[in-house]
């Protein structure tokens, strides 16, 4: 394998993305008649249903469908092809649709490790990008891809599709108002139960499975098909930070989006699923910003905690608050807000427990999509935005590196985005080794 280090990127920092980069600069607003071309990056189970959520419409073409597992290209094109009524390109490597000039946007819904690159080189090819969440692997590379989005001129939306919604909208609205008082303390959730990984060993790599470029930036190790990549370092974020994103990404928005927090304390780490996984199956997080204090709560063992049912986000119920596994809590001097991410709604309460507020919710896919689109034509900043989906997961980062020197108090300057007191925790602001040719660069 041959890898490289920090030292290396000021020499190769062109790296993969001047290699693969298509010279054809930001392309025209297309028109309001036109068709937007997409292509797609990633066909697992979240990238299959956003995919079809945007073969669904009729101002959209989906023209490549690309995952490294070709086993998966054969049935998504299927269903597009029957919804669409015009053939799909398969391909196992992405490259061939960004050297597609017709190509518009850029659906990337690969693991973590993939989001940065290949939203990066999407946007260096003239793309806009549709990203899932989580933005960025590690603070590192999201500030890249904020350089790379204002840079070439680009659109880009994570998947953090509630902040679409117009319920959260309303929410923000009477929490601005003053309502609520003065709001000093804000309680994030993302708690619930996972199962265990089980017990593999290395075996071949599969034939119609292109594992080089499936690991692409990240180390290739050996092949075992038990190994869930949310649970390793190497591919991932974390399970608990890659779902709680949503949560800590609606406290921001609700709070006014603010900058990065000014210290971090975390505990917690490996306690329950010891099952070979190296991230963290237990997380609490303190973080200090200016004006209030967040405190998150993420833990993967806990059986009695839900995720809000489907039948309460399509319909004008509210969850069951104590027991709802991904709510948010704020907390005034006048009153107490619950709120629910993907539908769920909000709800008020005064000093006597009474309801004062409260408004239902409806999941904001569609509409995430729709502002997306829109953006694509009129070249408006979208709903979520490169800045905001970084600052989100700066947040998330921030706690993870907290416990991984240690679970140390760390002090954190959002101008400069490095720890001030710790210099074992900037080790972990940027991957240690990339895998050539697959390089972040320090220059985008």
Known sequence: MQTINRRQFIRKSVGAAAAFAVATGPK??????????????????????????FAERKDVEIAYVCDPNAKRLGPIAKTIESTQGKPVKQVQDFRKMLEDKSVDAVLNATPDHWHVLGSLLACQAGKD??????MAYNIFEGRKLVEAVRKYKRVLTVGMQTRSAPYVKACRDYIQSGKLGEVRLVRVFNVMQHSMMKPGKEEPVPADLDYDMWCGPAARLPYTPSRRWLNMWEYSCGPIPGDAVHQIDLARYLMGDPPSPKTVTHTGGIEVLKDGRDTPDTQYATYEYDNFTMMFQGALWMPYMHKIA???????????????????????????????????GWQVFDKN????????????????????VQCIRSRQMANADVEQGHLSCVVCHMANIAWRVGNKKLAFD???????????ANQFLSRRQYRAPWIVPEKV
């Open 353 to 372: 427990h009474k309801i004062i507020g409260e408004l239902p919710g409806r999941p904001a896919d569609a509409i995430h999509i729709e502002n997306f």
């Open 28 to 53: 025209a607003a297309t028109a309001a008649n036109d068709k937007i071309i997409i292509g797609v990056m990633g066909l697992g189970g979240r990238g299959s249903l956003v995919t079809k959520y």
């Open 414 to 424: 959002g101008k400069t985005e490095r720890f001030t007191d710790c210099p074992d």
């Open 310 to 344: 489907n039948a309460i986000r399509e319909s004008d119920q509210y969850p069951d608050w104590p027991w709802c596994a991904t709510r948010v809590e704020i907390c005034g001097t006048d009153g107490f807000m619950f709120f629910g991410r993907h539908g769920g």
């Open 129 to 134: 990008v549709y990203v899932e969440k989580p």
